[in-house]
């Protein structure tokens, strides 16, 4: 089946704020029981401590750049011998998550501590919502996460997001082709760790198990709801009531016939990789007997050391191929196997 690029209700700005904050409320709790995203914790511990070595690398050439400079001028700084010194502190790991809607699979897995040691998790979203960037902030500790209150292009990300690994949870096939190109570029060119990660397909058991989520909206609609203010959370719950089931099924279903291929993916990675920047495609097993209805893709990128961007400008191809991984919750690394 082609994909087909039809619109959903949620992504459209006349959609009233009440009903999209009751559908992606509902995706948060649906995202929580189920935990299709657990997969998701151990690729982004991985390129945390990824890039946590490769920003100390780097400092540590800016040091011994320094030192070298100093050195030329014929006068030894006597005694240490032994180059720059490691720098004093550690890096921030910080992830940046994009398109964050009700924020749950990302905050669900530093909750359960799926994600490893984490300083501070921020959630942006073109249309933010407050509410649940607050529930978000109050479910992990004080200080580890915080909501951007003012919309957020992914394709344009501020500076002052730097320094951290960017995520999308089931938004990449949200975007046209040309924009997921924006998005994949601009995390190149600002140098940032990058990983969107998928579950919708267009596969026939993931559609029907969309469309027949509609039965549980009315189900767990209410535990969206949380305090402060949670008698005007129940009227607008109460409000979106009637359409949130049918939304909820429909954008499903729209999410499915719209989303990525592994091989597009692939197409994605080698247009967006640069001398100096890797994009990776990669999946979790297939389906057991055909039956499970979701399962793990995604698209991660990562700066390149400068021995590896040095070959890559030699001529070298980057790796693009897609990868599944042997186990659906170990690291993805070199236990994959390209097909």
């Known amino acids: 089946m082609q994909r087909i690029n039809i619109p959903e209700i949620e992504d459209s700005p006349h959609c009233p704020d009440f009903l999209r904050d009751a559908v992606t409320g509902y995706l948060r709790v649906i995202t929580d029981l189920t935990r299709v995203f657990e997969g998701a914790g151990p690729v982004l511990k991985r390129l945390l401590d990824q890039f946590a070595a490769h920003q100390i690398q780097q400092l540590q050439q800016h040091a011994d750049g320094a030192d070298s400079g100093e050195d030329g001028a014929g006068s030894s700084s006597g005694g240490s011998g032994g180059g720059a010194a490691p720098p004093e502190h550690a890096p921030r790991r910080m992830i940046v998550d994009l398109c964050s809607g009700g924020g ?55 500076p002052e997001l730097r320094g951290g690994v960017r995520t999308l949870f089931n938004s990449l096939h949200h975007l046209p082709p040309p924009l997921v190109l924006r998005v994949l570029g601009d995390a190149a060119r600002q140098g940032q760790p990058f990983a969107a990660f998928e579950v919708v397909e267009r596969h026939p058991i993931t559609m029907l198990a ?9 189900f767990l609609l209410p535990f969206t709801a949380r305090p402060p203010r949670l008698g005007r959370q129940l009227l607008r719950l109460a409000a979106a009531l009637p359409a949130a089931p049918l939304v909820a099924a429909y954008d499903g279903f729209a999410s499915c016939v719209r989303s990525y291929s592994v091989k597009q993916l692939r197409a994605f990675a080698a247009q967006a990789s640069t001398p100096t920047y890797e994009f990776v495609v990669r999946e979790s097993p297939r389906r057991l007997l055909g039956l499970r209805p979701f399962r793990l893709r995604w698209i991660e990128g990562m700066p390149l050391a400068p021995a590896r961007a040095s070959r890559y400008a030699a001529g070298a191809a980057p790796h693009t191929e897609a990868v599944v991984r042997i186990k659906s919750h170990a690291p993805a690394g070199s236990d994959g196997k390209a097909v």
């Open 104 to 158: 749950g699979a990302l905050v669900g897995l530093a909750e359960r501590g799926a994600l490893g040691p984490v300083d501070e998790i921020v959630l942006t979203d073109l249309y933010p919502n407050a509410a649940a960037f607050a529930l978000a902030e109050r479910r992990l500790p004080p200080g580890v996460c915080r909501g951007v209150p003012t919309p957020v292009d992914a394709s344009d990300v501020p």
């Open 210 to 218: 969309v469309i027949a989520q509609g039965v549980a909206v009315p």
